[in-house]
């Protein structure tokens, strides 16, 4: 195995700590990425829209989400709605909907928003980490709690 980290599963088998992370059109995910493969020691997977004729994004990120234990959204200001009031890109929401519904704890998400982001109502109750614009790296000692708390109880469980 690499650098990254591991953990046994539940059939024995040594397995990479994967973080699945969520962005839009904003260039901050490449910090978050390097933060997490380099100095938290984790796989990650991200999904680049890359247009090939005939391919489902749904079945690409049902494929690629298989193998993560948890995923790290950031929700930056993508799109202008109105008044300068802004929100994701709708490809994050429904990407931070689809993992509620597949992992096992809600606190396997963490939501990276930033400050001026609108958040959508579903979304009220989840706990997220803001930061200001172009700050995203502000966020790096409370990502890498919730991760590692996260990849603890992994390790936890098969003990």
Same mark, same amino acid.
Request: proline content about 1%; overall charge negative; some cysteine.
């Given at each position: ?44 997977? %991200?999904? @680049?829209?890359?247009?090939?004729? /005939?391919? &489902?994004? *749904?079945?690409?990120? +049902?494929? $690629? #989400? ?50 001026? %982001?609108? @958040?959508?109502?579903?979304?009220? /109750?989840? &706990?997220? *980490?803001?930061?200001? +614009?172009? $700050? #995203? ?23």
């Amino acid at each position: 195995m690499s650098e990254y980290r591991t953990y046994i599963n539940e059939d024995g088998e040594e397995k990479y700590f994967t973080v699945f992370i969520i962005h839009g059109h904003s260039d901050t995910w490449r910090n978050v990425e390097r933060f997490i493969n380099h100095s938290l020691n984790f796989k990650t997977v %991200v999904l @680049i829209e890359d247009n090939i004729p /005939g391919k &489902i994004i *749904i079945d690409d990120l +049902e494929e $690629n #989400i298989e193998d993560c234990e948890c995923a790290v959204a950031i929700m930056s200001k993508d799109d202008k709605i109105a008044d300068n009031k802004y929100i994701s890109r709708q490809n994050v929401l429904f990407e931070i909907g689809y993992c509620i519904g597949v992992f096992e704890e809600r606190e396997d998400l963490v939501i990276l928003k930033e400050k001026s %982001v609108e @958040i959508n109502s579903d979304l009220y /109750g989840l &706990i997220y *980490i803001p930061y200001s +614009e172009d $700050n #995203i790296d502000s966020t790096f000692h409370k990502l890498a709690e919730r991760l590692e708390e996260i990849y603890e109880d992994y390790c936890d469980e098969d003990e």
